[in-house]
Nanobody
Framework: VQLVESGGGLVQAGGSLRLTCLAS????????MAWFRQAPGKEREFVAA????????YYSDSVKGRFTISRDNAKNTVYLQMNSLKPEDTAVYYC??????????????WGQGTQVTVSS
């Protein structure tokens, strides 16, 4: 499975961005899809995940209420709508695909990442 992220960029604090991850080379609808991020000098951290049909979604406490994950299985695409962005959201955002239980998935496939920079 190949994953390609897009939609990153520079935005002012309080602004919005929508990230897109397009998957190819596999059966997209069977995968749990997730977004992670990594800020300079920090470890990669979980942002949000969604199960195969979109019925279950999970968010980190730091983005809950501001970010929304969604997917369109017909388009092999997962989205991350980011609102009320803060400078601390600045990071490279990665898309991941995996399986297992939604509460403890194993992510086997990763994209190359897209940079999000939030200015104060």
């Amino acid at each position: 499975v190949q994953l390609v992220e897009s939609g990153g960029g520079l935005v002012q604090a309080g602004g919005s961005l929508r990230l897109t991850c397009l998957a190819s080379g596999g059966t997209f609808s069977v995968y749990i899809m997730a977004w992670f991020r990594q800020a300079p000098g920090k470890e990669r951290e979980f942002v949000a995940a969604i199960n195969w049909n979109g019925a279950s979604k999970y968010y980190s406490d730091s983005v809950k209420g501001r970010f929304t994950i969604s997917r369109d299985n017909a388009k092999n695409t997962v989205y991350l709508q980011m609102n009320s962005l803060k400078p601390e959201d600045t990071a490279v955002y990665y898309c991941a695909a995996g399986g297992g239980a939604i509460t403890a998935p194993v992510y086997d496939y990763w994209g190359q990442g897209t940079q999000v920079t939030v200015s104060s």
